[in-house]
């Protein structure tokens, strides 16, 4: 029994230096994604402000800040915590400049701590206490052991129950991102299939008022009532053929605000894959470090 302690210790002394190249490289790489990554936040944390400035004041106030209960995996109090620590001087209120300055620094910080505070075993710590036992206290180096196993098969256990909650928001992330495409595409279509009814209107009232206009140029012999009546018909598809220009300018202008939508629903669908691969990433670093511990 002792000799397998002795053996386990080993391996934990040899991956040691292991899991410290990995964790430089972890930071690197998550360093390098969140300056790729800033643009998208720095639009996410304006969608943020506007959801919770709903009414359009131009600022935030700290019950404002529990609407962002939804987007965010925080409690309406943490979220008031985090009012007052974006909030000095305590005035009460946030402008949209305040808020992205100091919340795009609070999402930084958070992945900087949540790198910093990866903390593991020390190998040297378990091998002194392990031969500590051994020459002190052999008799306890069974249940010392046991005490080990327990506390893996433990974080075993927990591993196995976040991947399962990992799985389900990756499911859940993938379905509303096949949601999002599928609305974007549609409303594409909607707009491309406006259009094409447009011009065909626009086409067919062209040629009607180019067929009329003929008409009138030809019928020389037409009575003064007739020509009134012409020229009346002549105007009023005039009129017609503004209206549908107008009407042409706003489907391009309802166009533009459709494109804004899709490309939003994009950036949307980047921020959150570019989360879900932050969270990946840190989680595979933690178990790669924790079972080479527990090795």
């Not at 701590?113 to 306890?140: I, K, M, Y």
């Not at 570019?274 to 989680?283: C, D, K």
Request: charge should be negative; aromatic fraction near 6%; hydrophobic fraction near 30%.
């Amino acid at each position: 029994m002792s000799e397998t302690g002795h053996v386990g210790s080993t391996r934990v002394v040899s991956s040691g230096s292991d899991q410290n190249e990995k964790q430089k490289k972890s930071r690197k790489s998550v360093n390098k994604e969140a300056g790729l990554g800033h643009v998208v936040m720095l639009d996410k944390i304006e969608n943020f402000f506007q959801i919770c400035d709903s009414e359009g004041k131009g600022f935030i106030t700290r019950t404002d800040m529990r609407k962002l209960h939804k987007e965010l995996p925080l409690t309406t109090e943490e979220l008031e915590n985090v009012f007052d620590s974006l909030d000095p001087d305590k005035n009460g209120y946030l402008t949209l400049g305040e808020f992205s300055s100091g919340f795009s620094k609070f999402i930084i910080s958070l992945q900087k701590e949540g790198l910093e505070n990866e903390t593991f075993p020390s190998p040297s710590e378990v091998r002194s206490l392990w031969a500590q036992l051994r020459n002190d206290e052999p008799h306890l180096l069974s249940d010392f052991e046991e005490f080990l196993a327990h506390e893996a098969r433990q974080e075993r256990k927990e591993m196995e129950s976040a991947l399962g909650r990992i799985d389900f928001y990756v499911n859940s992330f993938f379905q509303d991102s096949e949601n999002l495409q599928s609305r974007s595409q549609e409303l594409q279509q909607r707009l491309r299939c406006k259009e094409q009814e447009l011009k065909q209107l626009f086409k067919k009232k062209r040629r009607r008022l180019e067929h009329q206009s003929r008409d009138l140029h030809s019928e020389h012999q037409v009575s003064r009532l007739e020509n009134v009546k012409l020229k009346i018909s002549n105007e009023e598809l005039s009129r017609e053929l503004e209206h549908t220009c107008q009407e042409l300018v706003l489907a391009q202008e309802h166009s533009s605000i459709l494109q804004e939508q899709a490309s939003r629903l994009q950036q949307e669908r980047e921020m959150s894959v570019y989360a879900f691969i932050m969270y990946t990433q840190r989680s595979e670093s933690q178990k790669a470090c924790r079972e080479k511990n527990k090795a």
